[in-house]
């Protein structure tokens, strides 16, 4: 059902601060910069060679994405897997009892995007995503 590790979500307080860490002092490479307004985010994905890193920085302190920067601090948002079929994945994992933030897919930066409870998955919080072509 998993194919690959398609990027690693990380959130950050600052966006530029982090870009900086990243591309000047580690070496990767900004692919592109994106708003997603109905998240209320700022997302960079950089080139992490056999994947991608998405760096995360809410855009208001309502968020989400703020509250879980205010109550864990900048670190590992997600793992992100590829799938080829999300709502197949998703049948399959609903069978089996896995507990779901989405039910059903919603349209992502790069696709159809579900996240799995981190509950489900003793803590760390799965986003699958079947890319468009």
Same mark, same amino acid.
């Given at each position: 059902?998993?194919?690959?590790?398609?990027?690693?979500?990380?959130?950050?307080?600052?966006?530029?601060?982090?870009?900086?860490?990243?591309?000047?002092?580690?070496?990767?490479?900004?692919?592109?910069?994106?708003?997603?307004?109905?998240?209320?985010? /700022? =997302? $960079?994905?950089?080139?992490?060679?056999?994947?991608?890193?998405? &760096? +995360?920085?809410? *855009?208001?302190?309502?968020?989400?994405?703020?509250?879980?920067?205010?109550?864990?601090?900048?670190?590992?948002?997600?793992?992100?897997?590829?799938?080829?079929?999300? /709502? =197949? $994945?998703?049948?399959?994992?609903?069978?089996?009892?896995?507990? &779901? +933030?989405?039910? *059903?897919?919603?349209?992502?930066?790069?696709?159809?995007?579900?996240?799995?409870?981190?509950?489900?998955?003793?803590?760390?919080?799965?986003?699958?995503?079947?890319?468009?072509?």
């Amino acid at each position: 059902m998993l194919k690959n590790i398609d990027h690693i979500g990380i959130v950050v307080h600052n966006l530029d601060e982090s870009l900086q860490t990243y591309c000047n002092q580690l070496g990767f490479t900004l692919l592109e910069r994106v708003m997603i307004p109905e998240q209320l985010v /700022e =997302a $960079a994905f950089l080139d992490a060679g056999n994947g991608t890193i998405e &760096l +995360i920085a809410p *855009t208001d302190t309502e968020s989400g994405t703020a509250r879980y920067l205010q109550n864990r601090g900048e670190g590992t948002h997600h793992i992100c897997f590829a799938v080829d079929n999300i /709502e =197949a $994945a998703l049948a399959e994992l609903r069978a089996q009892g896995v507990r &779901l +933030i989405d039910e *059903t897919p919603r349209q992502g930066v790069h696709g159809l995007v579900a996240f799995v409870h981190p509950k489900a998955t003793h803590g760390t919080m799965i986003e699958l995503l079947q890319k468009s072509h």
